[in-house]
């Protein structure tokens, strides 16, 4: 069923690369839970050419015929049913419909730039939530090699990672070859999302559960710290003061 992606590799011989600009990645979106799986990212082939793969997955967007089209390795999945330069969603108005019967179907592309992936992420969760997955908290520190070809994160004196699992969701966990006990629910995105879904392995329960308290943010080191001391306690201001501890670093 390999017959449909020779336009996608015809796309990136010399001479015949199209003079278009695309960006790295396109994001696709949905709220049809049955088309799910053909969301999240998808990189640019090349640097000239109109063909994108999903990270993770075998799922691609292409233009044949001069329409933008999804597929799988099965073959066609979605179409636009016009000709436009780009697929996202603010710069065509076409629609996109099943190739099998035509029928519309609700997805969403946006256009987005090369990914920068910070030195650090910080993990935080809410304060009653804490507790319960404290050891994977902290700050996570971008690794000088990659894992399965993707950009991953150590927590500072531990062995918990940061990484993109083979589920195609960022996963917090001890063991890269599992299913770790932090999530994304969001699939095929190649940094850690800050959206406010992320899951987390209910011990108890044995089942994934949604925690919007998570956050997983990009941190940067200030210039300058300052160390200050607004307490009541005149032994502890003696002990910083005469070690000259307090001000700025």
Same mark, same amino acid.
């Given at each position: ?142 690794? !000088? %090699? &990659? +894992? ?13 990672? =940061?990484?993109? $699992? ?55 080191? !200030? %210039? &300058? +710290? ?13 002990? =910083?003061?005469? $070690? ?6």
């Amino acid at each position: 069923h390999l017959y449909w992606i020779l336009p996608v590799v015809q796309s990136m011989l010399p001479g015949t690369e199209n003079k278009m600009e695309y960006p790295k990645y396109f994001e696709i979106l949905t709220n049809e839970t049955a088309i799910e799986e053909y969301s999240g990212f998808y990189q640019n082939f090349g640097n000239k050419t109109g063909a994108y793969k999903q990270l993770k997955f075998e799922k691609y967007l292409y233009i044949e015929n001069k329409h933008w089209t999804i597929g799988n390795e099965e073959g066609h999945t979605f179409y636009l049913d016009d000709e436009c330069d780009l697929p996202t969603s603010n710069e065509c108005q076409a629609s996109w419909k099943k190739k099998q019967d035509d029928q519309p179907v609700n997805l969403k592309v946006l256009s987005k730039a090369a990914t920068i992936h910070p030195k650090y992420f910080v993990v935080k969760a809410g304060d009653e939530f804490q507790i319960k997955i404290q050891s994977y908290l902290g700050f996570y520190e971008k690794q !000088p %090699d &990659t +894992y399965k070809q993707f950009t991953y994160y150590k927590k500072g004196g531990s062995n918990i990672y =940061l990484y993109l $699992n083979d589920n195609g969701k960022w996963t917090i966990g001890i063991d890269r070859e599992t299913v770790g006990i932090i999530k994304s629910r969001s699939i095929a995105w190649p940094a850690p999302p800050n959206n406010g879904f992320w899951e987390f392995w209910n011990q108890r329960s044995r089942s994934w559960e949604l925690e919007s308290s998570i956050s997983v943010l990009p941190f940067e080191h !200030p %210039d &300058t +710290y300052v160390l200050e001391y607004t307490g009541v306690n005149p032994k502890i201001r003696e002990i =910083l003061e005469k $070690n000259n501890l307090l001000g700025k670093y």
